[in-house]
């Protein structure tokens, strides 16, 4: 597995990213929810990205952890994940996440 990269960008009014990059494993899960913390705390943005083009895997003991933190830290915030690759989006619809993908 390669090591995961989370990296914000404001990327127009009230629209904030997350680019992540590498892999995510079960010890990358509270770095993920720090930052999402992290983003919604100091921007409150109207809407959030998670980008995921630069995703490898999802280790699929994780995914479903994944999609609760991301449900779980809305509040309020449209979050939406964009540009997962075929696999990412099929192990996210597994776990409950289609809702998530756009």
Known sequence: MT???I??????AGVVTLVLRGSVGRADVD???TALSD???LHRPARLELDMSGLFEIDPGVT?????IILDASGGTKIGIV????TVRH????SGGEGLLT
Do not use: Y
């Open 31 to 33: 770095a993920l929810r």
């Open 3 to 5: 090591a995961l990269s």
């Open 83 to 86: 540009r997962a690759p075929v």
């Open 7 to 12: 990296t914000s960008m404001i990327r127009a």
């Open 39 to 41: 983003v919604l705390r």
């Open 64 to 68: 479903g952890m994944i999609t609760a």
């Open 91 to 94: 192990q996210l619809r597994l």
